[in-house]
């Protein structure tokens, strides 16, 4: 099993900035990617960036050029450093890990940590 938990959440201005962890542990081998989606009210889930064990990384449009995603192995922890936020950037933050798991894809995801984006 895979165990994920996240932190950083929190309410923020417009313009201003958050860090959202999430730390994997438990059986956290063949990992093909970590990542995060969001899903705000009335919503579907969506993407908003993922980062392969070897670095490479994929970004919503949404989010290109404010968001960086970035992996420490040893800690076996995913960032989400998120600047210029916008109040459509609120909503629930989930970690997702996706691994290979005897030849199928499995996936496995946080408990959500809320960003709220007001004045």
């Known amino acids: 099993q895979v165990q994920l938990v996240e932190s950083g959440g929190g309410l923020v201005q417009p313009g201003g900035s958050l860090t959202l962890s999430c730390a994997a542990s438990?059986?956290?081998?063949?990992?093909?990617?970590m990542g995060w989606y969001r899903q705000a009210p009335g919503k579907q889930r969506e993407l908003v960036a993922t980062?392969?064990?070897?670095?490479?990384?994929n970004y919503a449009d949404s989010v290109k050029g404010r968001f960086t995603i970035s992996r420490d192995n040893a800690k076996n922890t995913v960032y989400l450093q998120m600047n210029s936020l916008r109040p459509e950037d609120t909503a629930a933050y989930y970690c997702?890990?996706?691994?290979?798991?005897?030849?199928?894809?499995?996936?496995?995801w946080g408990q959500g940590t809320q960003v709220t984006v007001s004045s």
């Open positions: 438990g059986s956290i081998s063949n990992i093909l990617y």
């Open positions: 997702n890990l996706r691994r290979m798991w005897i030849g199928i894809q499995q996936d496995y």
């Open positions: 980062i392969t064990s070897g670095g490479s990384t």
